[in-house]
Structures are given as structure tokens and as C-alpha cells.
């Protein structure tokens, strides 16, 4: 995995935390990854 990916799965991860949106992190991690 890319280095630029990896940051941004994990910013997009942070802010889905903190926003409780995990059902945009999973649609935007599978759009991706697929």
C-alpha cells in the first residue's frame, strides 16, 4: 500500500471516528480498494 494511501485511510479513518460516520468510511474504503 502506498504511503500517500496508508495516510489517507488513516485520516479518513480518524475523522470518521470523531464524526461517527463509519458508514462513509466503509463506502469510501471499499471504493478504493475495489
Excluded at 494511501?5 to 474504503?29: E, G, I
Aim: avoid cysteine; proline fraction near 3%; aromatic fraction near 14%.
Amino acid at each position: 500500500m502506498p504511503t500517500w494511501l496508508h495516510n489517507a485511510a488513516h485520516v479518513a479513518a480518524l475523522f470518521s471516528w470523531k464524526t461517527k460516520r463509519w458508514d462513509f468510511l466503509r463506502k469510501h474504503l471499499h471504493l478504493m480498494l475495489a
